[in-house]
């Protein structure tokens, strides 16, 4: 079993749209938890960080993190044509090397 | 500027040759890394070093390999025992849990 499930997609949504992105991780000692965006050929950037469980906001980004499902979302509103891109959740694994998801493709159409 | 710095962008590699990736940094941070993006795919993490003059093998070492001989710079190679070559290579440092990536070397076969 890999330690962070995330569907591929691609998933596309109209411009204004709410997105929902999640995860699923294995291991309930997972503490931190991060999503990262990735614009195509580009290397990926940090979006939102989180350590345990609860909710972060971020102006149109929050991020939750439910551990007794082992369930790890990103919302974004409002979204964005510039918000098409591939998004990347993570955690740290043992010794806190970060363990990647596949990452969810998302295009948001004008 | 502080970043991280990856060179060549793009890097071609004949049968039966060794090619080295440049990562080097500025942000003054112990940990650096090396991950592997193939396509639809997330990161695979090659190898890593928290400290200068240390490195670990990660999930996919084989056929790869690293120096940390100063702590803004790591270096990976491709050698000729990696079969499948062919990716997007990223270099990371961290601080505080958080990553900071480079912009990538997409490495193909002649």
């Known amino acids: 079993q890999k330690e962070v499930e995330q569907d591929p997609g691609p998933l596309s949504v109209p411009e204004g749209a709410i997105v929902s992105l999640n995860c699923t991780y294995s291991?309930?000692?997972?503490?931190?938890f991060m999503w990262y965006r990735q614009y195509s050929r580009k290397g990926p950037e940090l979006l939102m960080y989180?350590?345990?469980?609860g909710n972060k906001e971020d102006g149109r980004f929050t991020a939750q993190v439910d551990k007794s499902s082992k369930y790890i979302s990103l919302f974004i509103r409002d979204s964005q044509p510039s918000d098409s891109a591939t998004y990347l959740c993570?955690?740290?694994?043992?010794?806190?090397?970060?363990?990647f998801g596949r990452g969810t493709s998302l295009i948001v159409h004008p | 500027d502080g970043g991280i710095t990856q060179s060549p962008k793009y890097l071609f590699r004949k049968e039966g040759q060794n090619v080295t990736l440049s990562c080097e940094q500025n942000?003054?941070?112990?940990?650096m890394y090396w991950y592997r993006q193939d396509p639809g795919q997330g990161l695979r993490l090659i190898y890593y070093?928290?400290?200068?003059?240390?490195?670990q093998k990660g999930d996919i070492a084989e056929g790869y390999s690293v120096s940390r001989e100063k702590k803004e710079s790591f270096p990976l190679t491709v050698t000729s025992a990696q079969k499948n070559p062919t990716a997007f290579y990223l270099c990371?440092?961290?601080?505080?849990?958080?990553?900071?990536f480079g912009s990538g070397t997409q490495l193909s076969v002649l």
């Open positions: 989180t350590y345990s469980s």
């Open positions: 990371a440092s961290s601080r505080n849990e958080k990553l900071f």
């Open positions: 942000l003054n941070h112990d940990a």
């Open positions: 993570a955690t740290l694994r043992g010794s806190y090397i970060p363990t």
């Open positions: 291991n309930s000692a997972f503490q931190y």
């Open positions: 070093s928290q400290i200068v003059n240390d490195f």
